[in-house]
């Protein structure tokens, strides 16, 4: 299984960037549909936003014009640039492979608080 490592988060004011990182052990280049996710306290996982090989793009509704993912496959790393921070932001993010591959495996996550 390929370790996925989350890093990036932290506390933030409304309103505020982060820059959030998901290193793989292992190559990404051709591994398709690469994408965020996030769990709020007391809801279930969601995806935020994922990206292709080819570096196509889709965001779920909450992240929209706010969010913006891309990836580095010389450095099998994705990101995610997250602006304009809400409260309800606030989750523990983490970033997955697809369904059924070496990269579909969650890692620790990184925490991000938004607030004041």
């Known amino acids: 299984q390929v370790q996925l490592v989350e890093s990036g988060g932290g506390l933030v004011q409304p309103g505020g960037s982060l820059r959030l990182s998901c290193a793989a052990s292992?190559?990404?280049?051709?591994?398709?549909?690469m994408g965020w996710y996030r769990r709020a306290p007391g809801k279930q996982r969601e995806l935020v936003a994922a990206?292709?090989?080819?570096?196509?793009?889709n965001y779920a509704g909450s992240g929209k014009g706010r969010f913006t993912i891309s990836r580095d496959n010389a450095k099998n790393t994705v990101y995610l640039q997250m602006n304009s921070l809400k409260p309800e932001d606030t989750a523990v993010y983490y970033c997955?492979?697809?369904?059924?591959?070496?990269?579909?495996?969650w890692g620790q996550g990184t925490q991000v608080t938004v607030s004041s």
């Open positions: 292992a190559n990404i280049s051709s591994i398709n549909a």
């Open positions: 997955k492979g697809p369904r059924g591959t070496e990269y579909d495996s």
């Open positions: 990206i292709t090989s080819g570096g196509n793009t």
